[in-house]
């Protein structure tokens, strides 16, 4: 299985940015399936959360500005990220529950992880 991210960049404060992540591999199921970040220094802290049937949980640093959104035929997370501010710079993962079979056990996969850089 693996998980890949896109869509980072630098954008200035105020913009907008998309961040993609595809699974792919022996996937049977997905549960939730959410994106990560981690600025320099800091440790790495859930951004927002969204669960197979669609509830999303956010982080309170980004609510309102921040849309997590998936796609369940493509295996594919999304986060829209508006009104971006300089200390959302940070690496971003992306990473999935899932099942590879029909067992009950589920996995946790990570993204490589993907720069966004926020500048005034």
């Known amino acids: 299985v693996q998980l890949q991210a896109s869509g980072g960049g630098l954008v200035q404060a105020g913009g907008s940015l998309r961040l993609s992540c595809a699974a792919s591999?022996?996937?049977?199921?997905?549960?939730?399936m959410g994106w990560h970040r981690q600025a320099p220094g800091k440790e790495r802290e859930l951004v927002a959360l969204?669960?197979?049937?669609?509830?999303?949980n956010y982080a309170d640093s980004v609510k309102g500005r921040f849309t997590i959104s998936r796609d369940n035929a493509n295996n594919t997370v999304y986060l829209q990220m508006n009104s971006l501010k300089p200390e959302d710079t940070a690496v971003y993962y992306c990473?999935?529950?899932?099942?590879?079979?029909?067992?009950?056990?589920?996995?946790?996969?990570w993204g490589q992880g993907t720069l966004v850089t926020v500048f005034q």
């Open positions: 591999g022996s996937i049977f199921s997905i549960n939730n």
């Open positions: 969204i669960s197979a049937a669609g509830r999303t």
């Open positions: 990473n999935a529950e899932l099942r590879t079979g029909w067992g009950p056990l589920t996995y946790d996969y």
